[in-house]
Every structure is written in C-alpha cells, then in structure tokens.
Antibody, heavy 119, light 106 residues
Framework: EVQLVQSGAEVKKPGESLKISCKGS????????IGWVRQMPGKGLEWMGI????????RYSPSFQGQVTISVDKSISTAYLQWSSLKASDTAMYYC????????????WGQGILVTVSS | DIQMTQSPSSVSASVGDRVTITCRAS??????LAWYQQKPGKAPKLLIY???SLQSGVPSRFSGSGSGTDFTLTISSLQPEDFATYYC????????FGQGTRLEIQ
C-alpha cells in the first residue's frame, strides 16, 4: 500500500527555522517526484515545488522560490520542506504529494502537517 | 502562470441530484487537467486525471470532460458522502489549482 506519512504539527515563533518531513512507503521512492502543497486557513491549494528523489532535481513555484527549501534523503525514503526564518503568513497546512509518472497530477497525498507561526 | 477559474464557487444540491462544476484555464492546456475532492479536515483525493480518466476506486457517478480551456466535472447522482469541496488542477506546466467549489447540502 502506498503511503506518505508526514511528521507532526508544529508551533513556532516568527524568525525560527523549521524542517518538516514526509516518509514514503509501499512503492519505489526514487522513481516518483514528491511535491509540497500549501493550504492556508480556509483557503485553496497552492503548489510549492517538487523534487525527484532519484537525483534530487528540484523545481519551485515562482511564488515560493527563495522562501523554502525542498530536499530529500533517499536512504530513508523521506522528503523535507524547510524554512530558515518563519513568518506569521507561513501558518498553513502543508501536504506532501506523490506525482504520477504519467503527468503532473498527484495520486497520493500525505495526511498534512499544520504549521502555526505565532509570537 | 496558467490561471484556473472554477464556477460556481459554491452550489447547493440534494441527494440524487446531478451536479456539474466548470473549470476554465487561461490558456490551452489540452487534456492536462485533474479534479480533486477535499472533505473538511482531510487531504484532497484524486478523482479524475487527464480530463476524463477515472482514478482507480472512484465511483463511476463521477465523470470529467473537456479539452483546451474548458472542462467539467459531473456527479450524476449525488450521494451524502459527496458533499465536499472540489478543485481542478492544470498539469500542463507548473501546476496550479482552481479556487475550489464548495458543494453543500440543500
């Protein structure tokens, strides 16, 4: 069974750093792109970027380029999303997603991580 | 960026009704469109890909159509579990989503 299991909810202060994770299982982790999708409270879905675990090729949405870093450790089948300095506006639910081999749609989703940034 | 516009933003319907949601792309995306369903507090779930292909395990009352810039998601006979928010997503280039359509019980 394909699963994407994300780390737990986080509460941080503005200016702090954060790295959240997403562990894939039940499939060949290095053969599928893994992406991140943001959902701010009460709002819609925003694609942030994506990484190919096989060679760490990474692409970012222009809206998130320079704001976050996506990385992967293929030895433990885990992808990461990190911030060096959080802002209150980073408060959101973050989903990791597996991108289909056929096209850029997302066939499996993690359960989501709620990140709250508040002083 | 390719902009995706859904209509309506919300719709009220009853169990057994037929419902259609529309998604329009700001430029030609061929058939590179997906539809997702999201229930409160849950991750989105893929329903339709490549505009009209039904994802494995999704009930056949869901169908998708369209190409180019205009697409539709149709639910042929609403069931209680279908009340949720629906998003379209273009998969042609950097993925972008529509703003969502909330399907509510009338």
């Amino acid at each position: 069974e394909v699963q994407l299991v994300q780390s737990g909810a986080e509460v941080k202060k503005p200016g702090e750093s954060l790295k959240i994770s997403c562990k894939g299982s039940g499939y060949s982790f290095t053969s599928y792109w893994i992406g991140w999708v943001r959902q701010m409270p009460g709002k819609g879905l925003e694609w942030m970027g994506i990484i190919y675990p096989g060679d760490s090729d990474t692409r970012y949405s222009p809206s998130f380029q320079g704001q976050v870093t996506i990385s992967v450790d293929k030895s433990i089948s885990t992808a990461y999303l990190q911030w060096s300095s959080l802002k209150a506006s980073d408060t959101a639910m973050y989903y990791c997603v597996r991108q289909s081999i056929a096209a850029q749609y997302f066939d499996y989703w993690g359960q989501g991580i709620l990140v709250t940034v508040s002083s | 960026d390719i902009q995706m516009t859904q209509s309506p933003s919300s719709v009220s319907a009853s169990v057994g009704d037929r419902v259609t949601i529309t998604c329009r792309a700001s430029q030609d995306i061929s058939i590179w469109l997906a539809w997702y369903q999201q229930k409160p507090g849950k991750a989105p779930k893929l329903l339709i890909y490549s505009a009209s292909s039904l994802q494995s395990g999704v009930p056949s009352r869901f169908s998708g159509s369209g190409s180019g810039t205009d697409f539709t998601l149709t639910i042929s006979s609403l069931q209680p579990e279908d009340f949720a928010t629906y998003y379209c997503q273009q998969t042609n280039r950097f993925p972008t989503f529509g703003q969502g359509t909330r399907l509510e019980i009338q």
